[in-house]
């Protein structure tokens, strides 16, 4: 594992497991120049809103629900004041529409009544919303808010078992291996390239790992042979 021994700082990693993270990091650097969230939104309330979406649907997808939606609910009033069944049907393709427009709903309400209408700043106060997990929070500190910020998904997730940077299948825990791990200042950048390099490289059933940039540095057992 990653850690070499555990102190009154808390767990401490080995010199030669962070020069193996910064490889990693430097060669999806290299092949993946300018992570960005490909979900398309231009204010915080917008990403908040298409991150609830995305929860069991590709990033595409939402991003065809997204721009009539946007221009249909502008504020989070807007949100809050929704007839249910006319959101479901515009949400529907998403999947699980009834209980994402029960959040989207109960968020608006939050964020109006609550907040004033603003998207809060901090992961305590956005893990207080209505759907809104760590991983949500993440997205909005790391990609709006230029907090440093760990987001794990399905594909940080397998990517970071792959290549032995946690033995955890809890994304908490994952998120505080992968903190501890990468450097304060590529939390967001970093973990953005593991999950692009898991959506478009590390697949889960078929890897393509003739083309992966660091094919010497995956411990998976499972990886084909170039």
């Not at 030669?16 to 990693?24: P, T, Y």
């Not at 969230?37 to 298409?50: F, K, M």
């Not at 440093?148 to 940077?165: E, G, I, M, N, S």
């Not at 973990?191 to 010497?216: D, Q």
């Given at each position: 594992?990653?850690?070499?021994?555990?102190?009154?700082?808390?767990?401490?990693?080995?010199?030669?497991?962070?020069?193996?993270?910064?490889?990693?990091?430097?060669?999806?650097?290299?092949?993946?120049?300018?992570?960005?969230?490909?979900?398309?939104?231009?204010s915080?309330?917008?990403?908040?809103?298409?991150?609830?979406?995305?929860?069991?649907?590709?990033?595409?997808r939402?991003?065809?629900?997204?721009?009539?939606l946007?221009?249909?609910?502008?504020?989070?009033?807007?949100?809050?004041?929704?007839?249910?069944?006319?959101?479901e049907?515009?949400i529907?393709?998403?999947?699980?529409?009834?209980?994402?427009?029960?959040?989207?709903?109960?968020?608006?309400?939050?964020?109006?009544?609550?907040?004033?209408?603003?998207?809060?700043?901090?992961?305590?106060?956005?893990?207080?919303?209505?759907?809104?997990?760590?991983?949500?929070?993440?997205?909005?500190?790391?990609?709006?808010?230029?907090?440093?910020?760990?987001?794990?998904?399905?594909?940080?997730?397998?990517?970071?078992q792959?290549?032995?940077?946690?033995m955890?299948?809890?994304?908490?825990?994952?998120?505080?291996?992968?903190?501890?791990?990468?450097?304060?200042?590529q939390?967001?950048?970093?973990?953005h390239?593991?999950?692009?390099?898991?959506?478009?490289?590390?697949?889960?059933?078929?890897?393509?790992?003739?083309r992966?940039?660091?094919?010497?540095?995956?411990r998976?057992?499972?990886?084909?042979?170039?």
């Amino acid at each position: 594992m990653a850690v070499k021994a555990k102190g009154r700082g808390g767990l401490r990693v080995a010199s030669g497991v962070k020069q193996r993270v910064a490889r990693i990091l430097a060669k999806l650097e290299t092949a993946i120049p300018h992570p960005r969230v490909e979900l398309t939104h231009e204010s915080p309330l917008q990403l908040l809103v298409a991150t609830i979406l995305s929860a069991q649907c590709t990033d595409e997808r939402v991003n065809q629900v997204t721009p009539r939606l946007f221009s249909r609910y502008p504020r989070p009033l807007d949100y809050a004041r929704a007839d249910p069944a006319e959101l479901e049907a515009m949400i529907r393709p998403t999947g699980f529409y009834r209980s994402k427009a029960r959040s989207l709903i109960a968020l608006g309400q939050a964020l109006h009544e609550r907040f004033g209408d603003a998207v809060p700043r901090t992961m305590d106060e956005l893990t207080t919303l209505p759907g809104v997990g760590r991983k949500t929070a993440n997205v909005l500190l790391g990609a709006c808010f230029g907090e440093p910020a760990v987001v794990v998904d399905t594909h940080v997730k397998r990517v970071a078992q792959r290549l032995a940077l946690t033995m955890s299948d809890d994304p908490d825990v994952i998120e505080q291996d992968l903190q501890r791990l990468l450097p304060p200042d590529q939390w967001t950048s970093g973990s953005h390239r593991l999950l692009l390099h898991g959506r478009y490289t590390c697949l889960a059933r078929n890897p393509k790992c003739e083309r992966c940039p660091i094919y010497e540095e995956c411990r998976w057992e499972g990886k084909r042979r170039r």
